[in-house]
């Protein structure tokens, strides 16, 4: 038990729409990352929002875009979906910024038919 | 070729073996993160290191900075440590993944 949570749990789509994803970080944890994991891959990077600012972002397009509000939850939003954005998507916290272990949220699986 | 290279992909192992993962990387670190992931998809934090060996129950993590080598290795195996194990590195503040190792351990 990590103290992240990630709603929802499962998600199905169909190409075109728009998805929200949600994370609730620990409390204190001023630093949130998301990442993308494709079947039988390794997460990617996709951004990280420290004190509710956009602090680094991977190889995604801007359709990917995200949230962080000051009670540490945080918001993943995807626009356009694409039949390849079908992947488990997990949030990570952190106190800070740097060498800090991080806690991965359950992960919400995300189907684009 | 990626940045974080682990191996083995997939490993099977009876129950009370001595294993050993190991993850190489080509980018400059902070710290390396050995994380495990079970089949529903949440991810637990195993390991942060930066330098040396860390221990815990029966794992055990190293590094070794001037190789860029790391590894994880798990004494008298159980079934219950079935599980993909996952090396990430931190750079420049975002985590950069391994594709993982895909561990069975039998009874």
């Known amino acids: 038990e990590t103290g992240v949570t990630q709603s929802p749990t499962h998600l199905i789509k169909t190409r075109g729409q728009q998805v929200t994803l949600r994370c609730s970080s620990q409390?204190?944890?001023?630093?949130v990352s998301w990442y993308q994991q494709a079947l039988g891959q390794g997460p990617q990077f996709i951004f990280q929002y420290y004190r509710e600012e956009e602090n680094g972002r991977g190889n995604f397009p801007p359709r990917f875009s995200g949230l962080q509000f000051p009670n540490y939850s945080s918001e993943l939003n995807v626009n356009a979906l694409e039949l390849d954005d079908s992947a488990l998507y997990l949030c990570?916290?952190?106190?800070?910024?740097?060498?800090?272990?991080?806690?991965f949220g359950p992960g919400t699986r995300l189907t684009v038919l | 070729k990626n940045e974080v290279e682990q191996s083995p992909q997939n490993l099977t192992a009876q129950e009370g073996e001595f294993i050993t993962i190991n993850c190489s990387y080509s980018?400059?670190?902070?710290?390396l993160h050995w994380l495990q992931q079970h089949p529903g998809g949440g991810i637990v934090s195993l390991f942060m290191l930066s330098s040396g060996k860390k221990k815990h129950g029966r794992l055990i993590a190293t590094i070794n900075i001037q190789e860029k080598h790391s590894s994880l290795h798990i004494t008298a195996s159980h079934p219950r440590d079935s599980a993909v194990y996952i090396c990430a590195v931190d750079n420049t503040d975002k985590l950069i993944f391994g594709t993982g190792t895909r561990l069975q351990v039998f009874p």
């Open positions: 409390s204190g944890h001023n630093t």
């Open positions: 990570a916290s952190t106190v800070g910024q740097g060498r800090y272990e991080q806690f």
């Open positions: 980018v400059g670190i902070s710290a």
